[in-house]
C-alpha cells in the first residue's frame, strides 16, 4: 500500500486555478494508476480524473474535460491535478486515491474509473465562490 497526502486546495473565485498535489510515500506509486476523486457536501463521492502507472493514459469525467489535468511525476512520487476555469460546481473535498492492482495499463482509458482504488488520501479542501 502507499499512503497519501494532498495538499494545493483553497478558495479561489470562479474562473480562478487551483494545482493539486498527493505526495507518496513508499516504493511502488509507480507501480500503480492514481485516481482524483471528490465529494461535495450532502453528494457521494465522484470519479474525477484518473491516469495509470506510466502516465501515458488518462481519462476524465465529462465535467471536467478541457478543464482539468491529471498528470504524475514517478521520479518524485507525487500525482497533481491541475484546474482552471473552475465553477462553483467543483466545490468538494479532493481525495486521491491508489489502485490495489500493479502496472495496470488501461488500454481503453475509461475503466480507470473502475478501477480497484484501495489507498486513499486524507482530502484537500476546494471552495469555488461565484
Known amino acids: 500500500q502507499v499512503q497519501l497526502v494532498e495538499s494545493g486546495g483553497g478558495s479561489v473565485q470562479a474562473g480562478g486555478s487551483l494545482r493539486l498535489s498527493c505526495a507518496a510515500s513508499?516504493?511502488?506509486?509507480?507501480?500503480?494508476?492514481m485516481g482524483w476523486f471528490r465529494q461535495a457536501p450532502g453528494k457521494e463521492r465522484e470519479f474525477v480524473a484518473g491516469i495509470n502507472y506510466r502516465g501515458d493514459t488518462s481519462f476524465y469525467v465529462d465535467s471536467v474535460k478541457g478543464r482539468f489535468t491529471i498528470s504524475r511525476d514517478n521520479a518524485k512520487n507525487t500525482l497533481y491535478l491541475e484546474m482552471n476555469s473552475l465553477k462553483p460546481e467543483d466545490t468538494a473535498v479532493y481525495y486521491c486515491?491508489?489502485?490495489?492492482?500493479?502496472?495496470?495499463?488501461?488500454?481503453?482509458?475509461?475503466?480507470?474509473?473502475?478501477?480497484?482504488?484501495?489507498?486513499w488520501g486524507q482530502g484537500t479542501q476546494v471552495t469555488v465562490s461565484s
Open positions: 486515491a491508489a489502485d490495489s492492482l500493479l502496472y495496470g495499463v488501461y488500454v481503453i482509458s475509461s475503466n480507470l474509473r473502475h478501477a480497484a482504488f484501495g489507498s
Open positions: 513508499g516504493r511502488t506509486f509507480s507501480h500503480h494508476a
